[in-house]
């Protein structure tokens, strides 16, 4: 919490979006190289992603680090945690 702990309610909102928006796209590219690798594994024996650098399993921690960092930061200080909009969704996730 330290790191978020000098920011402004909508400085942290802002910074929220932002890694969230960077969540969902880092979230996305972890779950297209898992399917990548069942592919590669059920043709030819080797997790393909993985193996080639596709892997974004230790980005999505760091993430979702952050995000949870932010969200304790807007928690503590009262802020209202900003709505996140899926691409390609009209409603917003929570």
Same mark, same amino acid.
């Given at each position: 919490?330290?790191?978020?702990?000098?920011?402004?309610?909508? #400085?942290?909102?802002?910074?929220?979006? @932002? $890694?969230?928006?960077?969540?969902?796209?880092?979230? &996305?590219?972890?779950?297209?190289? *898992?399917?990548?690798?069942?592919?590669?594994?059920?043709?030819?024996?080797?997790?393909? #992603?993985?193996?080639?650098?596709?892997? @974004? $399993?230790?980005?999505?921690?760091?993430?979702?680090? &952050?995000?949870?960092?932010?969200? *304790?930061?807007?928690?503590?200080?009262?802020?209202?945690?900003?709505?996140?909009?899926?691409?390609?969704?009209?409603?917003?996730?929570?």
């Amino acid at each position: 919490m330290a790191a978020y702990g000098n920011m402004d309610c909508q #400085s942290l909102a802002q910074e929220y979006l @932002k $890694e969230q928006t960077a969540l969902l796209a880092v979230s &996305k590219q972890q779950n297209d190289a *898992a399917t990548g690798d069942a592919f590669g594994v059920f043709l030819i024996g080797v997790p393909m #992603s993985s193996t080639f650098g596709g892997d @974004k $399993e230790g980005q999505v921690a760091v993430t979702k680090g &952050k995000v949870n960092a932010l969200e *304790a930061n807007l928690r503590s200080k009262g802020c209202n945690i900003p709505a996140v909009t899926k691409p390609g969704s009209k409603k917003s996730a929570r």
